[in-house]
């Protein structure tokens, strides 16, 4: 199962890597390599977060203790004297004409926002929502597209002490429910519509639904993005966006330092039965996590700007916004990446000189099949870093970017999740990055991969369960609903310490690599057990999508006659039909490139694939439904059609 390396497809010349962040920071403790300082911020975590807190720029009182040790992981704790704000540190610097914020969509409007306008509009909305009657710890939410409004939501939320938590509008209203209606906001900030592969949504009818299913709410915030924009009738009490801006013009930006514990966030995560988890985060951790993972593993500096491929539902919109801290302009994008062209991302990488792309490896993939060159077609002089997530690169999306992309771009894949807002698994500016393999763990992270008994599973030897045997910053405060606050309840603890007691499983199938990396091969709980043997799925659609005629695939389990047997619904190039000798060809390449036991006993060909909002094919999702089982949290699937067409296969039937 592990990455077929060789030779490493880029390395930073000695100049690169000593410029960057991690250089300085290696060279201050006196550590030789990413490796020696991993190792000693793992074994001395009370030495390696305060050094992040000091070097990455973290404004506040630290307090006389970095780490308490609890009766167990879930229950110990970082900074617990300390007190900041998030919003106090997202702000620091900004204060002239400079870009703070620099927002596209998919209509070609443009707007900059620069510091003294950003802090000037949170300080009017901070003033708004006070108005309102919020205080520390009531919830903010946003039902927002991709640009300003949500980012000045949350830093006026979050410079009083409540806690903000969004969905994307392209969310239907039982979706928002399932979310909002747990958390019982006190504000509501919500658009009127939004763009989305060349057309306007209206939300009103749904904004009406959701507003009247929440009677939590004291004040709606109706921000206007359509034109000519829907009447707001229906709505109870809401306001227009610019009129409360406008009301509190000039109000002072004050900022409430809290307990480092306190809650910043509430994300959300699809479980496998009932309404989503509400995961709450503590401010101090996720900001200390970002900071670190921003300046030391993607080595952003003052000055640059960042643009991350995402919507305001996932977890990596938290992450990019953080980037204001290391002094960042923050460059959002609200529509498809592919409109109006599927260059629309990199013309912007050229428009507003990007030094970090942040996209999916699905993304990756599509650029990869319609086999464009942006290496051609853009200059992307300002590019340093291009990020993936969402899903596992294949070592081929590796290669489309030095091939295709740019040969001089730190490639960082990189893994974690919505339960901790960070990274797992992360890249290292300084050293060199192989086909098909995350470079390192990340610092401060004790990654270890993990027998079904609890060993090590070493290099060479296949995989197991990505676990981290030690506490970190932005381990979850707990689940709303769990329990107090702070006190791990039985929900979080079931789903994290369960598998492995006291150990933190993340719930990925990974292997390590002999260069030191990860290789990661699906979720495990989507992984597949033919015979009893566990396998990735991100195995077989590395062999799959080679084949010029599969646009997309999916895989996934069906028990059958005792056992389980491995189904694979494609999603074929326009104009290709499904026949034997296709059928025949993906088996023996399966056959050859993995092994007999990775050859699908089902083959069938799909419209479409069911995907999330946010771009992720759901294997478990089909799964359930192929297997009989209630589908969980088909509300934040975008098609869910696609999981009956799937289900109703007579193929499955056989």
Known sequence: MAAVTGAPLWRPDQARAEATHLARFLHHLGHPDYAHLHRWSVERPELFWREVWERCGVIGDPGDIVFAVGEDMASSRFFPHAHLNVAENLLDGWEGDEPAIIAHDETGNRRELSGRDLRRQVAALAAALRDAGAVPGDRV???????????????????????????????????????????????????????????????????????????????????????????????????????????????????????????????????????????????????????????????????????????????????????????????????????????????????????????????????????????????????????????????????????RIKADVHLASISGGTDLCGCLVAGDPTGPVYAGEIQRPALGMAIDVWSEDGRTVPAGEGAGELVCTRPFPSMPLGFWGDGPLGAPGALYRAAYFERFPGVWCQGDFASWTDEGGIVIHGRSDATLNPGGVRIGTADLYRVVELDPDVAEALVFGQAHEGDVRIVLALRLQSGVNMDDTLIARLRAAIRRELSPRHVPAVVLAVEDLPRTRSGKLVELAVADAVNGRPVRNREAIANPEAIDAIAEAPELRA
């Open 141 to 403: 939410a946003a039902w927002l597209p991709n640009g300003p409004e949500a980012v000045i939501t949350m830093l006026a939320a979050a410079s009083i002490g409540s806690t903000f938590s969004s969905c994307s509008p392209d969310f239907g209203a039982v979706g928002v429910l399932d979310r909002f209606g747990q958390i019982e906001p006190v504000v509501l900030v919500a658009a009127d519509g939004y763009h989305y592969n060349g057309q306007p949504i209206d939300c009103v009818e749904r904004l009406r639904e959701i507003r009247s299913a929440l009677p939590s709410v004291r004040r709606t915030v109706v921000v206007p993005v359509l034109s000519p924009a829907p009447a707001l009738d229906g709505i109870d009490g809401a306001e227009l966006w610019p009129d409360v801006l406008a009301r509190h013009d000039g109000a002072t930006l004050a900022v409430a330092r809290l307990p480092f514990d306190h809650p910043w966030y509430v994300l959300y995560s699809s479980g496998t039965t009932g309404p989503p988890k509400c995961i709450v985060h503590r401010a101090g951790g996720v900001l200390l996590k970002h900071v670190a993972e921003h300046q030391l593993q993607c080595d952003v500096q003052r000055g640059d700007r960042v643009l991350y491929y995402t919507t305001t539902g996932w977890m990596m919109w938290n992450w990019l916004v953080s980037a204001l801290a290391s002094g960042a302009t923050v460059v959002l994008y609200d529509g498809s990446p592919f409109a109006p062209g599927p260059n629309r991302l990199f013309d912007l990488v050229d428009e507003e000189g990007i030094s970090l792309l942040g996209v999916s490896a699905k993304y990756l993939d599509a650029l990869a099949k319609a086999d464009r060159h942006p290496d051609h077609t853009h200059g992307l002089a300002s590019l340093r870093t291009i990020c993936s997530t969402g899903s596992p690169l294949a070592p081929e999306g590796f290669r489309f970017v030095y091939e």
